[in-house]
């Protein structure tokens, strides 16, 4: 009985065991799940349904592959938001990422009075020393300031190239800023004068490399116009303006505007310049130019603020007096018009006059009157001094009766007559007249605001003259290429020969020498190689060296011409590059030669293949011959060369 309690007692305490053993069991696995779900779909909701959870009794481990570190912590962070963050095990991997990029390489130089800055970032290949010593010789005096960082890093292609070609381009820029980039350069300068632009912005671009890309922002001030001149005129021929002066941009369009509606072509022109008198400059210009329309003909000049108006003779005084009253009410304050109605003159009675011509070739003639000894020998040199003693003729008699004026009128004629290549000018006791040709575009308000300045107020004059871009000394010049084929035609005549076995440069090819040094004054800077090159007797060694010598006495010799030869180069090449048989005595000669070529810069290999299967296709492979005609003498073969 008592065995039997026992046992009872003992079987429920084995049954609770049981069935704590199986509520545990269940416990356990419904916090696994809980935990696992929950975990899974917060990790969803962030969207980082690449995470991996999985549940290991309390504990909850997160695998898988991470986008990124950051994505990685921000799992664990997730997951801590569900469950104790001391039950969450980390087995997560973060995806492999990409080497990082180089970073771009740039740099900024800038040039002033007070020295030379630079700063950027540079690969450390660049050679940072020598580039600051380039701008230190470039600085002289001043400062250079050096804010350059540099990366150990690959330079990208084209990088050197453009670098070099800023320095270079800085070195003749006083006052510039040039950006640099891979294969891009952009330069930003001021120029004293618009030629000096044109003249800047050609060697800029004849210097940069084919593979950089090169922008130019070059600015030049406006000009000063003293004083600020205009004149328009309408007769038989037709309405122009002799000159014309405008303050801005919309300026210049409304006087242009009003000068067209009156029949100026519409071509015309205007230059922009400082020194208005008024900011209704444009203004009373329209007012003028539309009152000198109603009148037919006749003139309108502007010297500040002092209007001429000038009526064609034969105008009706009716029409002339309340054109005249309505101009004076239009022009705004400040300006003052004179207004003339000339006399109908005695066709029959010619009024003295002076005239004076220059011609294309230079030679000046004075003829006509002149009112006394004293002013013949005064504007006999005045022009010598102008045009050259050797080009002035005088051949003017001596009037007394001439107005108190007329030397001025001579002298301000043949000033006016220097600013054009070739013209006349033509003066009387009422009018002042200047005809020609110029490559300035601006001379025509020159020569407007010399005549408004000497000749006072309320003058006469006119003016005529016309803009030719072939007598331009920027616009004329001619292409690096022109240049080298001038040269080739002029080598082809006469040869540059040599003494026997000498770099001394033979007395009949002088002549030669001063034909091409005239070609280079007018080609300006231009990369050029003079090459020497010899035939194949002789040590080969001394072949070179000969060549080099005589590349070098034909650099000499055009420096003795004063050419400027700072862009040349003097190289010897020897017995290379034969353009004829080293095995006869006339192929000899022929390949004993100078050559003049430009300086191409380097072409990248991809241009150089495309070259190579143009010159495949067409065939030509013909190298201009530029031979001497060494006499041959007996001796050794370094002699005949």
């Not at 900011?279 to 003139?299: F, M, T």
């Not at 240049?483 to 002549?511: W, Y």
């Not at 010899?534 to 060296?545: F, I, K, P, V």
Request: proline share 5%; with cysteine; aromatic share 4%.
């Amino acid at each position: 009985m008592r065995l039997s309690a026992i046992f009872m007692i003992a079987l429920t305490f084995a049954a609770a065991a049981v069935v704590s053993l199986v509520a545990a069991s269940f416990s356990v696995q419904l916090i696994e799940d809980t935990s696992e779900i929950g975990v899974r779909d917060a990790l969803d909701d962030q969207g980082m349904t690449w995470a991996e959870v999985q549940a290991d009794g309390l504990q909850v481990t997160l695998a898988g592959v991470a986008p990124t570190e950051a994505v990685r912590f921000r799992a664990l962070s997730t997951a801590g938001t569900v469950v104790d963050a001391a039950r969450v095990i980390d087995e997560m991997e973060v995806e492999a990422q990409s080497g990082i990029a180089p970073p771009r390489f740039s740099a900024e130089v800038l040039r002033n009075d007070a020295g030379v800055s630079i700063i950027g970032l540079i690969p450390s290949s660049t050679d940072r020393e020598a580039l600051i010593d380039a701008f230190t010789d470039m600085a002289g005096d001043a400062t250079v300031t050096d804010l350059l960082e540099s990366a150990d890093y690959r330079a990208p292609e084209g990088w050197e190239d453009a670098l070099d070609f800023a320095v270079s381009a800085m070195a003749d820029l006083p006052r510039a800023k040039a950006s640099v980039d891979a294969g891009r350069v952009v330069i930003t300068a001021i120029a004293d004068s618009a030629a000096a632009k044109a003249q800047m912005e050609r060697k800029l671009q004849r210097a940069a490399p084919s593979s950089l890309r090169l922008t130019l922002d070059i600015a030049a001030p406006r000009p000063v116009i003293t004083p600020f001149t205009l004149r328009f005129a309408k007769d038989e021929e037709g309405a122009r303006f002799d000159a014309c002066s405008a303050d801005t941009e919309a300026a210049r369009d409304r006087i242009l505007k009003a000068g067209i509606a009156a029949g100026a072509p519409d071509d015309a022109s205007c230059t922009i310049g400082l020194g208005v008198p008024s900011p209704n400059w444009s203004k009373a210009v329209a007012e003028a130019i539309r009152s000198l329309d109603q009148l037919g003909q006749g003139s309108i000049a502007f010297a500040d603020a002092d209007v001429t108006l000038i009526a064609a003779p034969g105008t009706d005084s009716n029409a002339f007096d309340r054109v005249v009253g309505e101009l004076e009410t239009a022009l705004p304050d400040v300006f003052a018009l004179t207004a003339k109605l000339p006399k109908v003159e005695d066709p029959n009675a010619g009024p003295p006059e002076f005239t004076a011509t220059l011609s294309p070739e230079g030679q000046v003639q004075l003829r006509g009157r002149l009112s006394n000894e004293g002013l013949r020998d005064l504007a006999d040199s005045y022009a010598k001094s102008h045009f050259g003693s050797d080009r002035v003729y005088t051949a003017a008699r001596l009037d007394d009766g001439l107005p108190d004026d007329w030397p001025t009128r001579v002298l301000t004629a043949l000033e006016a007559m220097a600013t054009l290549a070739n013209g006349s000018v033509r003066v009387t006791p009422d009018q002042l007249r200047v005809v020609g040709n110029t490559g300035n575009k601006d001379a025509d308000t020159k020569v407007a605001s010399l005549l408004a300045d000497k000749l006072g107020e309320g003058a006469d004059y006119s003016i005529d003259i016309t803009y030719q871009e072939k007598l331009d000394p920027i616009a004329g010049l001619p292409t690096p290429e022109e240049c080298e084929a001038e040269i080739r035609a002029i080598l082809k005549i006469g040869k540059i020969t040599f003494e026997p076995g000498s770099a001394t440069i033979d007395a009949a090819a002088l002549g030669t020498m001063d034909d091409i040094a005239e070609v280079l004054k007018r080609c300006g800077d231009l990369p050029l190689e003079i090459q020497g090159y010899t035939d194949s007797q002789g040590r080969e060694s001394m072949n070179l060296a000969l060549s080099q010598s005589r590349a070098e006495s034909v650099l000499n010799e055009l420096r003795a011409r004063r050419v400027l030869t700072a862009s040349f180069l003097a190289k010897g090449y020897g017995e290379e590059n034969p353009i004829a048989d080293n095995k006869t005595e006339a192929g000899r000669e022929a390949n004993r030669r100078i050559e003049f070529r430009l300086i191409q810069p380097e072409a990248t290999e991809e241009e150089g293949e495309t070259a190579l299967e143009s010159a495949d296709e067409t065939g030509d492979t013909t190298t201009e011959e530029i031979g001497e005609s060494d006499a041959t003498e007996e001796g050794s073969g370094d002699e005949q060369n």
